[in-house]
């Protein structure tokens, strides 16, 4: 394993730079093996770190897989004793605190497989900066607190019509020779990693946004010519984010266009270059015949994040990348709020809080475990995480909850005003939230130091002769790799008390408040509620108010009572989770101990009362009907056995599909839809409920079910519903049945490079023995293209990360092939190749036999060969 490169970065050591850079000039003569890029930049030395009569510190530029064909300052060739080619970059003496520097330098978009910097994509020229992309471009001071104003010239054939860049059009024309010329410039002072290009044969659809202010926006979304007819979803999602970060949040867009382009071939689902978004196609594109209702939601809210994006992150950047977090954590948080707004909030906040539960707690408690605002890294990129974004998010809505929703307003204006132009921290950020509102957020700040999930304990007792009801909640944070001894956090919780009859009762009589937010600050806490006339149930961490495990000894009864009768429906959704936990954990024990499986009795009673509940929205029923996901089953606690959660979870499926057979049918029929497909929240709502009454229906295994989901699949109204019939149909018909329908379903799609994803992903996420199998021949298709990542995802990732069943099968084969997988992808994309790893990486908590197959399969990859520094900070971090 190398590790030469492996540097460690520690936020400790930040130094703020020695130069600024006021002004970037770039021009492109694109080329896919020789693009020719010349950089003028206007330098002067920074005044804040400036001493007198100083000698003038050495110029330093970041650069990376770049050929370096010239430098001059001032107009005059520099000798070649005046800068030095290091590994990562160019150290210039200089003899001036002010002046011009111009670089020349080639590069090879067309060799460029890392999708980090300038590259192809389907012919089509493109780029990725963040974090640090812009070196491969060419030399510059590639850091966030190094902010410039940019033009952009770009030289290309005629055949590349479309040529994009930040900003606004200032100029174009043809060059001698017949090429087209085009120029931006970006009046906002930005960061190089907000630096965009786009070059290709493109087509646009376009649509305008009158602001506040009465300013019209041109909006532009491009395509290749094949997509453009699945355009219309993102521009009104598009629309509808402008209007809402109007109104609640006082944001109005600055430029006088905004633009989007849609590229195949993009490591994460979009980017929001300031004015410029690129977009992974799979986020931006979809129509009701091509795309599900997951895509459309995702497409909605990955839109609205970007453009968000243009005032947290561009307007107000980032220090440093120690202070991601500050612009993902709030941008997460501003974009699920608009979801919620738009959509169902309760259904928004349970897809959320499922996947910080089943994966960011993982991350959490894993070998990679880093606080919100991590305190060093070796490869940046291995830090866009779970924690970073989700879990950043959680530590913004807390401020929320803490400080209230006009408070966090104040906050956030005061912070917009405050830094608007700078490149700041976290810390400016919980400072602005408490200067705006005299508030104190000192223990608070923890939340961003200290990595690992809290554990809750509460305990209640009931004093029925003084009326008085009292929770104890202790709280304790597990040790993380580097962190012992961990602190008290300020935690907000959340309660709620429901009287016998299930009303709820009032616990301030003053304010006649329903719902109290309780402040946890201590280790261990007392909280009393007076006035209470017999002994109540508690309501704990409403709506997910922090992100912790909370443990509460709840019976099987309680859960059901909550489960009907809570008036926060999250809250009634957990109560399910939970029910369905204490069941599959029985069945666990009874399978780990060689007993017969029992019938989870309280589980089918309490799916019963929840599919008769005909006021329930069925969005929510869909979700509490949905047992929790194997991976969230493992995140239990205690050593995983995969085969004792695979065998409980089907055991618990079958049973609820057979029991509750009639009553999945009669919801199954009423809630066929004899309407056009409309992305709305009700239509997907039903959709969702349908589909998973149509999913246990044919788990039940019988013929007449198999039927349904084969009408339902070749009626093929919208891609939802086609797609979740196929999934139905390749996981509970015969081999025969599932490879014909697989197979027309390929003839009738293969044209669309998305639908082809889904088709693969179908496979890949197959419980069935012979997955692997499947997944090794499909490596092999001519569809697949290890060069994609959206296709590593559906196929690779398919399988490793979303198919538990068959990645954890006994023979251990499916960790090796994940092992051989990543060795061959770190050669071209290590970005990816480190993301892939994960599942590896929590060997530790497996039983022995699959430890120890984990452990061989990680060491596979370590001995190798040298490997990307990405991927050596992940597998090094986990062979710890
Ligand atoms: N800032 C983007 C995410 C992003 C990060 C890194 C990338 O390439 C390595 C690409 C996109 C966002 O939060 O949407
Ligand atoms: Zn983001």
Redesign the pocket.
């Known amino acids: 394993m190398k590790d030469s490169q492996a540097r460690t970065i520690y936020l400790k050591d930040y130094q703020a730079p020695d130069y600024l850079v006021d002004h970037t000039d770039l021009s492109f003569e694109l080329d896919p093996h020789a693009t020719l890029v010349k950089s003028k930049l206007k330098i002067r030395r920074n005044p804040a770190v400036a001493q007198a009569n100083e000698t003038l510190p050495p110029l330093w530029l970041d650069g990376a897989d770049l050929e370096l064909l010239s430098v001059s300052i001032n107009g005059e060739l520099l000798p070649a004793h005046r800068y030095q080619q290091r590994a990562g970059g160019l150290s210039l003496s200089t003899d001036a605190p002010e002046f011009e520097l111009e670089v020349h330098t080639r590069i090879a978009p067309e060799a460029n497989t890392s ?2 910097g300038l590259y192809l994509s389907n012919g089509m020229y493109c780029t ?4 640090e ?1 812009f070196r491969k471009i060419t030399f510059y001071p590639d850091r966030p607190d190094v902010m410039s104003v940019f033009t952009t010239t770009i030289v290309a054939p005629a055949s590349y019509p479309v040529l994009l860049s930040n900003g606004n059009k200032v100029d174009s024309g043809t060059t001698e020779d017949g090429r087209l010329r085009v120029t931006w410039e970006d009046p906002f002072a930005k960061p190089s ?1 907000l630096f965009a290009l786009v070059a290709g044969d493109l087509q646009h659809v376009e649509d305008s946004f009158t602001t506040c202010s009465g300013r019209e926006v041109k909006l532009q979304l491009f395509t290749e010519a094949r997509n453009i007819g699945k355009c219309a979803h993102a521009m009104t999602s598009l629309k509808h984010s402008m209007r809402w970060d109007e109104e609640v949040y006082g944001r109005e867009y600055d430029l006088d266009i905004f633009m989007i382009v849609a590229v195949d071939h ?7 270059n300031k004015g410029l978004n690129i977009f992974n196609s799979a986020c931006v594109l979809a129509s009701p015949e091509t795309a599900t209702d997951a895509a459309f939601q995702r497409i909605e809210s ?1 839109v609205a ?2 453009y968000f ?1 243009n005032w947290s ?1 561009n307007r107000v950047t980032c220090r440093d990348w120690f202070q991601l977090s500050l ?2 954590g709030f ?2 948080f501003r974009d699920a709020e608009f979801s919620a707004d738009m959509n169902s909030r309760a259904v928004k906040r349970i897809e959320d809080v499922t996947l910080l539960r089943t994966s960011q707690f993982a991350e959490d408690a894993g070998p990679m475990s880093h606080p919100v605002r991590p305190d060093s890294y070796m490869e940046i ?1 291995n830090f ?1 995480t779970l924690t970073v ?1 989700e879990k950043g998010a959680e530590v913004v809505r807390m401020i929320h909850t803490i400080l209230g929703p006009e408070a966090f307003r104040r906050g956030s204006d005061l912070y917009f005003e405050r830094h608007d132009g700078c490149a700041v921290t976290c810390e400016d950020f919980v400072a602005a939230m408490e200067d705006a509102n005299g508030a104190d957020l000192k223990q608070f700040r923890r939340w961003y130091s200290q990595a690992g999930t809290p554990v809750l304990d509460v305990e209640d007792t009931y004093n029925e002769a003084l009326g008085e009801y009292s929770l104890t909640i202790r709280q304790q944070t597990p040790e993380t790799p580097g962190q012992k001894g961990k602190l008290p956090l300020h935690i907000p919780i959340t309660v709620g008390l429901l009287a016998e009859d299930g009303s709820p009762l009032r616990l301030d009589d003053a304010a006649g408040q329903m719902e109290v937010v309780l402040h946890l600050t201590e280790a261990s806490q007392n909280f009393t509620f007076a006035g209470i006339a017999s002994r109540p149930l508690p309501s704990l961490l409403r709506g997910f108010s922090a992100p912790v495990k909370l443990r509460y000894d709840y019976s099987s009864a309680q859960l059901q009572f909550l489960m009907q009768h809570d008036t926060d429906p999250f809250n009634r959704w957990d109560a399910c989770q939970r029910l369905s936990i204490n069941s599959l954990q029985t069945l666990q024990q009874q399978y780990r101990s060689g007993e017969a499986l029992q019938q989870p009795a309280a589980l089918i009673e309490g799916y019963a009362a929840v599919l008769d509940d005909a006021a329930l929205d069925p969005a929510l029923v869909a979700k509490m009907l949905a047992l929790p996901s194997a991976q969230e089953i493992a995140e239990q606690g205690g050593e995983i056995d995969a085969a004792a959660i695979i065998a409980a979870r089907t055991f618990a499926r079958d049973a609820i599909a057979t029991a509750l057979a009639e009553r999945f049918l009669t919801r199954y029929h009423a809630l066929e839809q004899h309407k056009p497909y409309s992305p709305t929240a009700e239509d997907i709502a039903e959709r969702s409920l349908k589909n998973t009454c149509l999913f246990y229906l044919c788990a039940a295994g019988s013929a007449d079910a198999l039927a349904l989901a084969k009408g339902q699949f070749e009626r093929g109204e919208n891609m939802t519903d086609t797609a979740a019939a196929l999934a139905a149909l390749v996981e509970f018909g015969t081999e025969t049945q599932a490879e014909g329908f697989l197979q027309a379903f390929y003839q009738q799609w293969q044209q669309d490079t998305q639908v082809v994803e889904t088709w693969f992903g179908l496979q890949s996420g197959s419980a069935k023995f012979g997955t692997l199998e499947r997944v090794q021949k499909l490596i092999a298709h001519p569809a697949f293209e290890v060069k994609n990542p959206n296709k590593v995802r559906a196929v690779i990732a398919g399988f490793a990360m979303r198919n538990f069943t068959q990645f954890h099968r006994a023979d251990g084969s499916g960790y090796t092939f994940l092992a051989d997988q990543v060795i061959a992808l770190d050669k071209l994309n290590p ?1 990816i190749a480190a993301r892939l790893v994960t599942p590896l990486t929590r060997w530790k908590k497996y039983r022995a036999q699959e430890s120890a197959q984990i452990h061989a399969a990680l060491q596979k990859i370590s001995v190798s060969g040298e490997l990307s520094r990405d991927l050596y900070e992940v597998v090094s971090k986990s062979l710890e």
């Open positions: 999708l980090e990725q900066c963040e974090a992309g990693y993009f490591n994460m689902g979009a980017m929001e990955i994040h970007e994006h992150g612009k993902e941008t997460v990129s866009y974004y970005q």
